[in-house]
């Protein structure tokens, strides 16, 4: 168990240490708190402050089902009719173990330095600043895109229900829009709150399915048939795609790994809220060692199962990765169907309808605090920056609801078609944003060694260092360039008929230039040029989230004396949180 539990130190009071003799002349500061080799975030403004709001359960709670959606749910179907079983779960644990390192390599910087404005303020501070700007404006355009998407598949999960002839799904699409805003505006307190128990049923939730799919595999359903692995032998493990034998296989198997990159999408939400937790560099650390057991039980053994129950060739499966959202189009749905219960669609429905909400909700969060994390890097206007008495920065948030509107352009058939095309070309910079983190990583890594911090005042250290970082660098790297790569593959019956779809080569590859543009751009206008390790920021408002967290522990040890609690919740419940 020493890949997950690995822990440097007991940090709980003691205090980090000051840059080293040799760089102190580099961190001189003037009388304003700014440091005179760049722009830094003021941390003592109380205009421009979060709150440290998000209790540690809610952290963790958002770390194991935060990320938990329809890419697992709805696009695990698609991927099984395509490939075959085995080639699921192959792809779903290595992206999951991607995914894993990722985590790690954020984890190690946001224990170090839990800024407010998230990995987009540690690209900007450990590698270069043209990298933060390019990360922080790709991942904002990526949320206000996918938001109103969301909320469209949520009007669109409600017609399982509601016909739209009787109710324009435009009504739903308002009613989720300023739900979504009210939760967001009434402070990280109550989204802390309602994310917790939004992603507590989400847990509930898969735990029963794959309960249910377990029972179901060992014949425990209505018809009583014990199917073990027995799809795996007929029609197959690994179905070919394209072509035949291996090379089919091979290609049936790769276009997996897109279909569970994308099902793992979102998980870097635990580094958007490392500046409003309370006590970060311990509750961290614990949601990554947690992200870990996600991705086993949730993912992989998900995969597993759902493999056991339903066969590639089903026609059943075949009509559900047609279907486009609800519960027609989710392989469990399919496997409860095929083993004889009929009253459950209903709902699972109900149940993706409470996921989509909850995306929407975390995805409105993301895009708020990005645009302020930039503000904060002075790579936005300062009004973006500034927050209300809870902590809230409103004016970005504001901007984001506005864009979010345009969720009712997809109400028009004409419209969803372009909208789809906006959606393809995002989702390429989730893709980029992990590789991002990774090279960022890898940055903060070399600094600290040449400014002379070793691994025992460190808080978390990535379990596999830096050689975790590379393998999943590299990986990452792969999947982007070959993301859309059936482009360039005839298919019969594609739409006009063409060998090389260009509409979707476009708007799949597009994301990469423009994200390539704005690195080199940002130096072009502002000649800055990438930090040297012993040239990277590592201390600059360090001493204030020290004294944050000392004043933190030493309120929760007072309150302990007061209130320590039951013997039950000390010993069953408390090490989870």
Not at 120 to 141: E, K, V
Request: glycine share 10%; charged share 15%; aromatic share 14%.
């Amino acid at each position: 168990m020493g890949l997950i539990n690995r822990k440097v130190g007991d940090h709980s009071v003691q205090s980090s240490p000051s840059p080293p003799v040799g760089v102190q002349e580099k961190y001189a500061q003037d009388n304003h708190g700014e440091a005179v080799h760049g722009h830094l975030d003021d941390m003592r403004d109380p205009t421009t402050r979060l709150q440290r709001g998000l209790k540690a359960r809610q952290v963790t709670m958002i770390a194991i089902g935060g990320a938990i959606g329809t890419g697992l749910i709805i696009g695990t179907g698609a991927a099984l009719a395509k490939a075959g079983p085995l080639s699921i779960l192959i792809s779903y644990t290595i992206v999951g173990f991607v995914v894993y390192m990722v985590m790690c390599a954020l984890g190690e910087m946001a224990t170090w330095l839990p800024l407010e404005s998230g990995f987009t303020g540690y690209a900007a501070r450990f590698c270069d600043p043209a990298l933060g700007f390019s990360l922080g404006y790709t991942y904002w355009f990526k949320y206000i895109i996918v938001t109103p998407n969301q909320l469209t598949a949520g009007a669109l999960v409600i017609q399982y229900w509601v016909d739209r002839d009787k109710v324009n799904p435009g009504v739903f699409i308002a009613v989720f829009l300023v739900a979504i805003v009210l939760i967001n505006y009434l402070g990280i307190r109550f989204f802390g709150e309602f994310e917790f128990w939004l992603s507590s049923i989400k847990v509930l939730t898969i735990v029963g399915l794959i309960l249910l799919s377990l029972i179901l595999m060992l014949g425990g359903g209505p018809d009583h048939d014990r199917k073990g692995f027995r799809y795996w032998k007929n029609p197959g493990a690994m179905k070919p795609l394209y072509e035949t034998g291996d090379a089919g296989r091979f290609i049936g198997l790769w276009s997996t790994f897109v279909t569970a990159t994308f099902a793992y999408l979102g998980t870097e939400l635990v580094g958007v809220t490392v500046g409003e937790a309370q006590n970060p560099r311990k509750v961290i650390p614990r949601a990554i060692k947690l992200t870990f057991w996600r991705i086993v039980i949730f993912y992989v053994l998900s995969v597993l199962l759902i493999g056991t129950l339903v066969p590639y060739n089903s026609k059943s499966l075949a009509f559900a990765t047609t279907a486009t959202t609800g519960a027609s189009a989710s392989p469990f749905v399919v496997a409860i169907i095929e083993s004889g219960i009929r009253k459950l669609a209903g709902f699972v429905n109900a149940c993706i309808l409470l996921f989509v909400f909850s995306a929407a909700n975390s995805d409105l969060y993301i895009a708020t605090r990005t645009l302020y994390g930039l503000a904060k890097e002075g790579n936005s206007h300062s009004i973006f920056a500034r927050t209300d008495r809870r902590g809230v920065p409103i004016y970005a948030l504001g901007l984001s609801v506005f864009i979010a509107l345009i969720a009712f352009l997809n109400v028009a058939d004409d419209s969803r078609k372009v909208f789809g095309y906006f959606v393809n070309l995002v989702t390429i910079f989730g893709i980029l944003t992990w590789i991002s983190i990774l090279v960022t990583h890898i940055y903060f890594v070399k600094a600290r060694r040449a400014q002379g911090i070793d691994e025992s005042q460190m808080h978390y250290v990535a379990p596999l260092g830096l050689f975790g970082t590379y393998f999943a660098l590299v990986f990452c790297i792969l999947i982007a360039i070959f993301k859309n790569f059936d482009v360039f593959v005839h298919v019969k019956g594609r739409e006009g008929g063409e060998k090389f779809d260009y509409k979707n080569f476009i708007t799949g590859y597009l994301g990469i230039p423009l994200y390539l543009g704005m690195i080199f751009g940002y130096k072009l206008v502002t000649g800055t040029k990438g930090w040297t390790p012993l040239d990277a920021d590592l201390f600059t408002g360090k001493d204030v989230i020290d004294r944050e967290e000392e004043e933190f522990l030493a309120q929760k040890a007072a309150n302990q004396k007061r209130k320590p609690g039951g013997w039950f919740y000390r010993h069953f419940v408390s090490w989870l949180f």
